[in-house]
């Protein structure tokens, strides 16, 4: 009989017992461990049955605990039962991956009848393993309003489960928790309403079944609503029975519909079920055979809580709780801690009628039942290799990034405060509260500039006193409250003392806190304006956080559980993003994260060669950061690292980052003409060859200016400065800063315009020459307009607004040395080192502010500048040009070359692609600059590439990077990756 036409006969037997009064009216439940071929398993259980002794039949009732973190006694115990008592399971604990895979092969293959491994993994097998990581918890996955992403983390859990060779997770809780006191549920349950706990548990457990794990729903029949950890007593339950079916049985009657294949029945004492004293429900007849099976009709496996429990310990000995646990109407007695004595006292029973050896064997039965389920009929050996890789996939942590950033929710916003804007008025600083919170501060300093303190817990009224003058002078304090714990008896490890610091800083100034751990704990926050929950303390939630707070990515969650009267069930919702990135996971862009390792080959293949010391890569898609990563060291002796924070001389990127980006502002506002002439801004070249040239020649190098000249060699003579252009200490008339220990004269930024304008022009005009020339002339035209110097208008009216705080010039000024990385030994000109200054000389002599070069930044700064550009215009709270304006600088402006105004293009033939990939449209723009930087922004795709590397230290000469092709070969890897 097919399981369509078995599903109509037991539909129809179901009938029968509604009108005898057996079974409670609707509850028609499939049996669910029947399989897609019914006939095969039957035959398969017959024949594995039949093969089996009584004594090693009851040995499948059974299911032990084992770890792979113990020592070899351990190991000798597991393998003594398994061989001597024909366990029918283990539950593995505590230990690691490649431990487990090989002791679980060495255990199925001592095993008679292949064992069923389970693991109660809440949230992902690294509640148990280390080297795996750890999904979101259940009051996490609460909060998270979208079923369909619990979905696809079940699934990916039973992808973990079966690469170990395991089989049933012992999940989802379904508990409604409906007590904030609640000591073992709490946070392991999905929240308070049973409806959005029901919609919750059966995405997971879903995700499980459809993919080949058995999901078990525990705490059979609620353990939501109890003061007592069941772990240590038994817990007490006075509720009436229809509130129990009411609120408590909902999610299962709802899941048993949905072919859930497992309940675990809890150790609670619950009167209004079964009047025995001291009687815990699993050990309860009127509770696990009565109710569950009769009255609820469920069909699956019956799993007892841990037998090892105290809340059930206390009250029966090993061996004599398995029997009772049995004779209530459980089929697998879980953490059995004397399997030997446990059967010894079974048989007994039999022989004394408490059981009858038919209803045993039928237990039997659907135990082997469930193994065919999991396939344990065509059993296999793990294959270990590399198995720690194979559960630590990219899949792997896109669901978890996506999981735990739908969950943060904004629980309070008070005056709109988030997420923050305007944020050049605003002064920043983060306090952490229990931990470190590196990850937090981190990415903080992703968004603007944040200055960071940190103190313990609990600390002293006089530290709170120092801390809170520290902190006065700053307009916004973002607190990480950190080191929450989960017990409600101690306040959720949250100090009175620093609750009291919080609210002497939202007396004076705005406040946001972030509480990464127990939403319960948001009970001694209430009053406060600008709450968000995070809801667990990981790297996860302390990357995610910020994001939302700057406005990278949106609010989406809502608070699963009532705190308070302010912070009640349903708390949160949805707060738009701000237009700023957003860092996540390739995957989560539908790019490959496994390509993308392939930069990593190029990258050391440069630093081999010795093509750059160091360098950066970063990529968007989408307007998310979702590669980042650092190579090699500052130099090459590796006096320091390169990291995400190391700033670098971006040469020739500064003539689109900087004095490209004004002209675009200038032109979105009608005054900045392109087809006007030079004169037209500058009158002062009236009567020389410049005047007339036209400003989108100019822009576009198409205006017969020379590629560069040499200024600084009129300056030195016989290979030494000119004592009167340069001193070694500042002196009245020598201010200007050309390097460490070199000032010159205040006259120099004057004598360079004077001979850049006398200088001639190429013999063919409107002929295409790349022209270092053109930016001069921009600038000056920019300055003349703005009336302000350029640095001073491009940190006003763009780096500041948008938060980038090492996008500058003249970095010695303001950052410290060893954050910025060296350039070139500068043996020709200025005879030292060069370091904080800029690397051309033009540019040095000119101030360190000239509009072909000057500019210093980090890859994440350029990285915002560049989707200020693909968002055309637009970044957070500020619009600085039109669309039309992006279009117009960005598109090819001729034939005589691939340029556009200021920007870059790919070569316009195909299969070409210049200085950017061959694969890069033809849309694409960007740059690229002397010292070995580039950044490209392609808008049919969305996508920006950063690189930043001093390929010129220690000398100019060298050219490696440009003859290897390092940026364009790491460009084709990006693109590669976005292949399907």
């Not at 007590?179 to 995700?207: C, D, L, Q, S």
């Not at 609010?555 to 302010?566: F, H, K, R, Y």
């Not at 002209?663 to 005054?671: C, D, K």
Request: hydrophobic share 40%.
């Amino acid at each position: 009989m097919d399981k369509k036409h078995w599903s109509l006969f037991s539909f129809l037997i179901l009938l029968g017992l509604f009108s005898s009064g057996k079974v409670d009216p609707f509850v028609a439940n499939e049996d669910p461990l029947i399989a897609e071929d019914r006939m095969s398993q039957e035959n398969w259980v017959d024949s594995v049955f039949q093969s089996l002794s009584f004594e090693d039949r009851l040995g499948q009732l059974f299911m032990v605990a084992a770890y792979s973190n113990k020592d070899q006694r351990h190991v000798d115990e597991i393998s003594e039962l398994v061989k001597n008592e024909n366990l029918g399971g283990l539950i593995f604990f505590q230990g690691g991956p490649n431990r487990q895979a090989r002791l679980t092969n060495y255990y199925q293959a001592q095993a008679k009848t292949p064992l069923l491994i389970a693991m109660d993994a809440e949230w992902g097998i690294g509640m148990r393993l280390d080297s795996v990581p750890n999904f979101p918890k259940a009051m996490t996955l609460g909060a998270i309003q979208n079923p369909n992403l619990i979905y696809e983390m079940g699934a990916e859990i039973a992808r973990q489960f079966k690469e170990l060779g395991m089989h049933i997770n012992f999940a989802p809780v379904v508990d409604v928790n409906s007590n904030p006191e609640n000591p073992v549920i709490g946070y392991r349950a999905f929240g308070e309403n049973k409806e959005m706990v029901t919609k919750r548990a059966v995405a997971y457990m879903k995700g499980l079944q459809d993919n080949g794990v058995m999901a078990n729903a525990k705490h059979f029949p609620g353990h939501g609503d109890t003061e007592t950890d069941s772990h240590h007593d038994l817990p007490v339950i006075n509720h009436p029975e229809k509130r129990i079916w009411e609120i408590d049985l909902y999610p299962y009657q709802e899941l048993f519909r949905e072919d859930l294949m497992s309940v675990m029945v809890a150790h609670l004492n619950v009167p209004s079920l079964d009047q025995g004293a001291n009687i815990p429900t699993s050990l309860s007849k009127p509770v696990v055979t009565d109710l569950l099976q009769k009255r609820m009709n469920f069909q699956g496996l019956i799993f007892t809580d841990a037998l090892n429990m105290r809340g059930v310990a206390n009250f029966s000995k090993p061996g004599e709780v398995d029997l009772k646990a049995l004779l209530a109407g459980n089929d697998v007695l879980l953490y059995s801690q004397d399997v030997p004595k446990a059967k010894v006292l079974i048989k007994e029973a039999v022989e004394r009628g408490l059981i009858s050896e038919n209803e045993i064997n039928r237990r039997v039965k659907k135990v082997l039942k469930a193994k065919y389920w999991a396939g344990l009929d065509h059993y296999k050996p793990i294959d270990t290799y590399r198995i720690a890789d194979r559960l630590n996939t990219p899949k792997t942590r896109e669901v978890i990034e996506k999981l735990y950033s739908e969950s943060i929710t904004v629980a309070s916003n008070k005056d709109d405060l988030l997420p923050f804007q305007n944020l050049d008025l605003k002064r920043f600083a983060s306090l952490t509260i229990g931990d470190e919170g590196t990850e937090f501060s981190k990415f903080l300093n992703n968004y603007t500039k944040v200055d960071h303190f940190h103190i313990p817990k609990a600390e002293s009224e006089s530290v709170h006193y120092n801390l809170m003058k520290q902190l006065e002078d700053y307009d916004v304090v973002i607190v990480g409250l950190m080191g929450v714990s989960n017990n409600p008896q101690r306040a959720f490890g949250i100090a009175p003392g620093d609750i009291a610091l919080l609210r002497n800083l939202e007396a004076r100034q705005k406040l946001t806190v972030v509480l990464f751990g127990n939403a319960y704990g948001a009970k001694a926050l209430e009053g406060f304006g600008n709450v968000v929950l995070a809801y667990e303390n990981s790297t996860e939630t302390q990357k995610l956080a910020p994001q939302v707070l700057f406005g990278g990515r949106p609010s989406q969650g809502i608070l699963p559980v009532t705190v308070s009267g302010e912070y009640s069930h349903g708390v949160g919702g949805y707060l738009p993003d701000a237009n700023r990135l957003s860092y996540g996971t390739p995957e989560s862009v539908g790019m490959n994260s496994e390509v993308l390792e392939k930069i990593d080959e190029v990258a050391n293949r440069m630093i081999q060669i010795q093509a750059a010391p160091g360098a950066n890569v970063l990529v968007v898609k989408a307007g998310k950061v979702v590669f980042e990563r650092s190579y090699g060291y500052l130099d090459y002796s590796k006096s320091a690292p390169v990291s995400q924070e190391t700033i670098y001389d971006l040469a020739s990127v500064t003539k689109v980052l900087a004095t490209t980006q004004a002209a675009m502002f200038l032109h979105s506002r009608g005054e900045l003409d392109m087809n006007k002439t030079l004169v037209n801004y500058l009158p002062e070249l009236k009567g020389t060859n410049k005047a007339n040239l036209v400003l989108k020649d100019v822009m576009a190098h198409e205006a017969g200016l020379k590629a560069f000249i040499p200024h600084y060699v009129k300056t030195v003579q016989s290979g030494q400065w000119r004592g009167d252009f340069y001193k070694p200490t500042p002196q009245p008339g020598f201010t200007r800063p050309v390097a460490n220990d070199m000032y010159g004269i205040d006259a120099l930024r004057d004598s360079i315009w004077n001979w850049t304008v006398q200088s001639e022009l190429l013999p063919k005009p409107n002929k295409y020459v790349y022209s270092d020339l053109t930016m001069y002339f921009m600038q000056a035209v920019i300055e003349r307009i703005v009336n302000q110097p350029l640095d001073e208008f491009l940190d006003q009216n763009f780096y500041a607004p948008l938060g980038l705080n090492t996008l500058t010039f003249n970095p010695f000024l303001k950052i410290p040395l060893e954050k910025i990385a060296p350039t070139e030994n500068d043996v020709a000109f200025r005879k030292r080192q060069i370091q904080g200054y800029v690397h051309d000389p033009g540019a040095a002599m000119y101030g360190g502010v000239a509009g072909h070069a000057g500019l210093f930044g980090t890859a994440n700064d350029l990285a915002v500048m560049m989707q200020l550009m693909l968002n055309k215009g637009t970044y957070g709270d500020i619009t600085l040009y039109k669309p039309e304006t992006v279009e117009a600088f960005t598109k090819r402006q001729s034939s005589l070359s691939r340029r556009g105004w200021g920007w870059d293009k790919p070569e316009p033939e195909v299969g070409k692609g210049g200085s950017a990939s061959k694969l890069a449209p033809k849309s694409t723009f960007g740059h690229t600059g002397f010292t070995g930087t580039c950044v490209w922004a392609d808008p049919e795709n969305q996508l920006v590439y950063v690189f930043l590397s001093n390929r010129v230290y220690p000398e100019a000469e060298n050219n490696k990077l440009l003859e290897e092709g390092i940026r364009t070969k790491i460009h084709d890897i990006i693109y590669e990756s976005m292949e399907k």
